[in-house]
């Protein structure tokens, strides 16, 4: 008996102190949160964006998070972003001409309440439209789609592809590659042979996915996505700076092809043939062929089959991209002062059998697709950066004199930049200029910003950190982005740029 009860001593005395040690242990978050950024910043003047934007330190419980404005301010529901680090607010009721002053409050997740400076002040300016004229812009704009072409031609795709080349996919393509071989053996040996003598990139895919009817034959007129039925019915609010969406088939129809039509900044949106990314734009026609070997392989594996167990897992994924991706393109529509889109729609396409965390735009009238592969979370931010590639365009283009005359430049990144998929010069500098707005938009922090600046720049973006430090400029609204941009190019030194990357080559 005393054995016994000395075993059972034993064991609780263990078990209190196991308990003990993991009371002693357990880490507790006593930092309190500070406000590390605000948009205005504090003492801004000539304020003319209806937008206000208070990055935390840490994340926040959003709950808890409160501003208050003397004068008094409507601020409108906030928008959380960065892991609940960022909140942005688009007040309806600025005034012009007005000083404000706004007190912060609020909790981390762990209660602490904020800590330092919580307060700031601003002066608007004459006029204050930018963040309503972007509200009005985006609204109805941005939708969110499947498509079963690009099914159909991206399961030929993985049916065609070697071991090695799908190593880094998701398990579910290596599946389904076994699916049509077991299926379809014949088919699957014929997608082996004809992606082996023709190795379409992903880019070419998509596109081509465009061009078929869907019944997947190659078709003369390119057709969009249709548009998830589940979208919003509101009406979007109408002026030239804002025309209605087009009727849309219903959802799983193909919709007509838009016919060209002038855009909201009087230039005339693409015809027939769609836009697709540099990789694409650059392969020139697509190999005879494809269309008979996606419907052979879509009809011997029972492709329609596969398609109706993997649809849901795609509207799922395409709704969860809508508003996110709604959202980051009214902050960078604000923040870049656009008045207009060179596009009538923004469609999101997932694209779960194409390459991981790939995403590819591609223009089908006066529609955007942006078409997104598989990815540990919806992937707004690839999303964004095909938008700013669409609006930063034509104002790239429209400084074509300072384009050339830094073109000397090409040769000394060309090698990195074609790694990446920019083979142009021009394709350099736009992309520079995309990787410097995105900064400012996805990374709150001067240390993120700079390491992701100094990254794109080793990926041969020469102008990206020159664009960046000039930012200011546009945020103040001193120029348009037409002006920043040429004024930006026309400031840039070549020999300087020469000596950045001299220095880069030899770390």
Request: proline letters at 8%; hydrophobic letters at 40%; charged letters at 20%.
């Amino acid at each position: 008996m005393v054995r016994t009860w000395s075993l059972v001593v034993c064991v609780l005395l263990a078990a209190g102190c196991a308990e003990s040690n993991l009371v002693r242990t357990t880490a507790t978050d006593t930092t309190p949160p500070t406000v590390v950024a605000t948009l205005p910043s504090n003492g801004a003047e000539n304020v003319t964006e209806a937008r206000v934007v208070v990055t935390f330190s840490e994340p926040m419980s959003t709950a808890s998070v409160q501003l208050e404005a003397t004068p008094s301010v409507a601020w409108g529901s906030p928008t959380w972003s960065d892991g609940d680090r960022t909140v942005t607010f688009v007040p309806s009721d600025l005034r012009p001409n007005t000083r404000y002053s706004v007190r912060v409050s609020g909790r981390d997740r762990a209660g602490n309440s904020l800590t330092g400076t919580t307060s700031f002040t601003f002066t608007t300016g004459a006029l204050i439209q930018a963040g309503v004229v972007a509200q009005n812009l985006v609204q109805n704009r941005v939708f969110a789609a499947v498509d079963e072409r690009l099914y159909a031609v991206f399961l030929a795709w993985v049916a065609g592809q070697p071991d090695r080349t799908l190593q880094a996919s998701p398990e579910e393509h290596r599946r389904l590659r076994e699916v049509v071989a077991q299926r379809a053996p014949e088919a699957a040996r014929k997608a082996r042979e004809f992606f082996g003598q023709n190795p379409l990139t992903p880019a070419q895919l998509v596109e081509a996915s465009y061009w078929l009817t869907p019944d997947l034959r190659r078709s003369n007129t390119p057709a969009p996505s249709a548009v998830l039925a589940t979208q919003p019915a509101s009406p979007a609010p109408q002026g030239p700076s804002s025309p209605a969406p087009r009727p849309t088939a219903p959802a799983g129809r193909p919709a007509a092809s838009p016919s060209a039509s002038p855009t909201e900044n009087g230039q005339a949106a693409s015809g027939a043939s769609p836009q697709a990314s540099p990789e694409s734009r650059a392969a020139g026609p697509l190999p005879p062929g494809l269309d008979e070997l996606v419907r052979e392989v879509y009809e011997k594996a029972q492709g329609r089959e596969l398609w109706q167990t993997a649809r849901a897992e795609h509207e799922q994924l395409a709704q969860q991209y809508r508003v996110p991706t709604e959202e980051r393109i009214r902050q960078a529509t604000t923040y870049l002062r656009l008045s207009g889109f060179p596009f009538e729609r923004l469609v999101v396409v997932p694209n779960l059998l194409g390459p991981r965390d790939d995403v590819r735009e591609v223009r089908v009238g006066a529609v955007l697709h942006v078409v997104v592969g598989p990815s540990a979370g919806p992937n707004v931010r690839g999303v964004l950066r095909a938008f700013l590639r669409t609006v930063l365009d034509p104002p790239t283009a429209a400084a074509k004199d300072q384009v050339d005359r830094l073109r000397g430049l090409h040769d000394l990144v060309k090698e990195e930049a074609v790694l990446r998929g920019f083979r142009e010069w021009e394709e350099v500098v736009r992309e520079s200029l995309v990787r410097a707005v995105e900064a400012r938009l996805f990374l709150p922090g001067r240390d993120e910003q700079d390491s992701f600046l100094d990254s794109s720049f080793q990926e041969g973006l020469i102008l990206v950190r020159h664009f960046a430090g000039r930012l200011d400029a546009l945020e103040r609204g001193e120029v348009n982005l037409n002006q920043f941009v040429q004024q930006a190019l026309q400031a840039a030194n070549a020999d300087q740029l020469r000596q950045q990357w001299a220095g880069r080559s030899r770390r």
